[in-house]
């Protein structure tokens, strides 16, 4: 994703912009959560950031099933990617989860039968 939002001009995300409630309630949870976040990224609770991280799955799954990100329209385009880049924001404060690697010992005996 980061190859897409790294083009993009714009700084903030413009709910004028939005097409469909998904988009709306994906921008407010983002920085509903924002909010919860910062406190206990900086006091390290990290599992209570994961569970908050966790709870954005319902918003994410909804803009995934009714939104087309890569719109013609490059101003609707570059605002559903600007919120796809706050989300990879708050996600990066804990991991980069593009970087972590599969070991053997947690694939587990059931890959073994290769």
Known sequence: MAQYTEAI???TVNPQLFDHE???ELALSLEEHSQRIAPLFQSANYVEVLTQLADLRGPV???FEHVLVM???KKKRENRLLLLRQLRSLFLQVADIALLVETQEMKGPASNAE
Do not use: C, G, Q
């Open 9 to 11: 001009t714009a700084k």
């Open 22 to 24: 998904a988009e709306k």
């Open 61 to 63: 799954d909804r803009f």
């Open 71 to 73: 719109a013609e329209d």
